[in-house]
């Protein structure tokens, strides 16, 4: 080895060994102690594929990969509405910073906090209630988070509040990288501002839109904070993401190896619909 | 006029989607400045009513707000600083010298976006444990200090730097070491700002790993301490929205006074 290379590693050394330990291991140990019995009290032995039987007919997960599965509904809005809030903040309008940072400042706020402030909203007074029983929209106050169908929904909705302002920046830098002299020789040739959206702005940003879409999918496929910090799982259990089911196993119950068997079916999950999200939306790839 | 119509409707759309972004924190501000009246009442107040600031009093005297807001800090200026320099150091090389197994550490590095890291915790606190870090500070920072996204940052940081500034230091005898440390490093600082920043405000909203970490309540940090408000007084309404405010004021400060970090910062990431 030359002494270039020595240094290089000598370089990368620390950080290369803080990721082995907190990223790889992670990921092959866990993937192994999901096959076993692993406990803090007693020696670990190999059990095949009991925990994934055991969480395949447990209520709890299966409702939890369905409800990670409805998640996936959100992606169309969350990316259409983020790709909306960006052309509408694409322009030199005056306070328009004022709005792109109120527009980002969800982003930038803890979940537990995000999940205090919507439980104040969603509560049976609050304001929510208020302003759709003086439209007259419902007759009485909804419980929002106390009603077993609608709950899964008001996480989503806080979910996406909480992710629209990302996928806003990156639609953003996008929107200000496709040159202004297309929108302008366009314009010469008498296209409208909907045809030129269509026409130019939608291709020339379709790598975009191809990569925010996927890590939506796997942002929705993974999603369990605010889970969390809005409902805990219920009520009877049914906000339980894939994920929430993890965790609350793993930390709350100390059922390691089944919170990793259920973390691998939603890994196995992650990569398979990333993947046909990329060849759908790539169809010139083979 | 056509002209000025769609103006308006513009500017109609964006105050509508606006207040929904920020409504939730309006409505928490009020009541926690307020002293009077039912807090879920219908109609809902929009103004406080005879404010003051005796809510935030009483958050400070049910919880040890000092110890959560110290944690916070430190746990943030320590993620930020090892972030910075260990970062910084995987990307020189990866950006300047030519060396044995490069496309391997890279190919290593790009890994990471792509596992499935939002449950390494069920491991890392395992391997934590193990390592007696519960409890500790370096407990919870040391899994968030090297991250793909920070080095692939840097790395293309570091890789606009001039070659001729580069090799005149080496014509000189300047060790690899000092190119680095007194070259490089000025040279990037508008993007160590960017990946600091960035990462300040990501350690201070951590919120899962921490209250993993941290058993006793004089440890957590703001993010944690302040469900654990929730959790414990839970019947004054108006003292946790107090101690939410508390917790979200420090971070709204800094992205508004540094918006175009985070602008910048995703930029770079994609492309």
């Keep these: ?286 | 006029m056509n002209n000025r119509v769609s103006t308006a409707l513009h500017y109609l759309a964006l105050c509508a989607i606006a207040l929904v972004c920020v409504f939730p924190f309006w409505w928490t501000v009020v009541t926690a400045l307020s002293t009077e009246g039912n807090i879920f009442a219908f109609p809902p107040t929009f103004w406080p009513k005879s404010p003051s600031l005796v809510n935030f009093e009483e958050a400070f005297r049910v919880i040890p707000f000092f110890a959560f807001f110290k944690n916070s800090v430190l746990i943030a200026a320590f993620t930020v600083f090892w972030k910075l320099v260990l970062c910084s150091m995987a990307a020189y090389p990866l950006a300047r010298l030519r060396f044995k197994g490069r496309q391997l550490v890279f190919g290593l590095i790009l890994a990471t976006m792509v596992l499935p890291s939002e449950v390494n915790f069920l491991v890392n606190f395992i391997t934590v444990t193990k390592l007696s870090l519960v409890d500790t500070y370096a407990g919870v920072i040391l899994p968030n200090v090297v991250t793909a996204v920070a080095i692939l940052l840097l790395k293309q940081a570091f890789e606009e730097v001039p070659q001729d500034l580069i090799d005149a230091a080496r014509v000189d005898g300047a060790s690899e070491w000092i190119i680095f440390t007194r070259i490089m490093l000025p040279l990037v600082a508008p993007w160590l700002a960017t990946v600091g920043i960035l990462t300040a405000v990501e350690a201070w909203n951590e919120y899962i790993w921490p209250s993993i970490v941290m058993s006793r309540p004089d440890e957590f940090p703001l993010s944690v301490g302040v469900l654990y408000l929730r959790g414990t007084f839970g019947s004054s309404t108006r003292v946790i929205a107090a101690g939410t405010v508390l917790t979200v004021l420090p971070t709204l400060a800094a992205f508004l006074f540094t918006q175009r970090y985070f602008m910048r910062g995703m930029d770079g990431a994609v492309k």
């Design chain 1, 1 to 286: 080895m030359n002494r270039s290379t020595v240094q290089a590693w000598l370089f990368l050394a620390p950080a290369l060994v803080l990721l082995a330990v907190f990223s790889f291991w992670p990921v092959g140990y866990g993937s192994y102690l999901a096959f076993t019995d692993y406990s803090l009290v007693r020696p670990t032995s190999f059990v095949g594929l009991d925990n994934f039987r055991y969480i395949f007919n447990n209520d709890m997960f299966v409702t939890g990969l369905e409800n990670s599965l409805v998640f996936l509904l959100m992606v169309p809005f969350v990316q259409i509405g983020a790709l909306s809030l960006a052309v509408l903040v694409n322009n030199q309008l005056p306070g328009i910073r004022l709005f792109r940072a109120a527009f980002y400042v969800p982003v930038v706020t803890t979940v537990s906090v995000v999940g205090i402030m919507w439980g104040f909203m969603f509560h049976e007074q609050g304001t929510l209630n208020y302003v759709l029983t003086t439209l007259r929209l419902v007759n009485a106050p909804v419980g929002w988070l106390s009603d077993d169908t609608l709950a899964l929904f008001c996480i989503m909705f806080v979910t996406m509040w909480r992710g629209l302002g990302w996928y806003m920046v990156m639609y953003l830098a996008a929107l200000q990288a496709v040159p202004a002299d297309m929108h302008e020789a366009a314009m010469l040739d008498g296209a409208n501002r909907w045809q030129r959206f269509w026409k130019i702005t939608v291709p020339m940003l379709k790598p975009t839109i191809a990569v925010c879409s996927v890590l939506s999918v796997l942002a929705a496929l993974k999603a369990y904070q605010e889970v969390d910090v809005l409902t805990q799982g219920g009520p009877m259990n049914s906000t339980f993401t894939a994920l929430y089911y993890a965790y609350d196993q793993g930390l709350k119950h100390l059922k390691l190896p089944r919170a990793l068997a259920a973390s691998m079916v939603v890994s196995v999950f992650c990569i398979g619909i990333a993947m046909l999200c990329l060849r759908w939306l790539q169809p010139g790839k083979k």
